[in-house]
């Protein structure tokens, strides 16, 4: 519940695409274990393929849930 889907352009690498996904700062305090961040470039990035795992789990935990 505390992650948020974005809509999003990004400024560090000079696109003009609009991506979708999460914003690395908000999801910090909640999975620090997808967050990356560049101290000489004070970027942060994320492990996307990482998250799926969690949240095919949280799927099945609320598909568990549904059918009880």
């Known amino acids: 519940m505390n992650l948020r889907g974005v809509s999003f352009i990004r400024t560090d690498d000079g696109s003009t695409n609009t991506q979708i996904g999460f914003l690395a700062q908000e999801v910090l305090p909640h999975v620090p274990e ?3 961040y560049n ?4 970027l942060y990035s994320m492990d996307y393929a990482s998250l799926t ?6 799927v099945k935990e609320q598909q568990t849930l549904v059918s009880d």
């Open 53 to 58: 795992a969690l949240l095919v789990e949280a």
């Open 39 to 42: 101290e000489t470039e004070d």
């Open 34 to 36: 997808v967050v990356f």
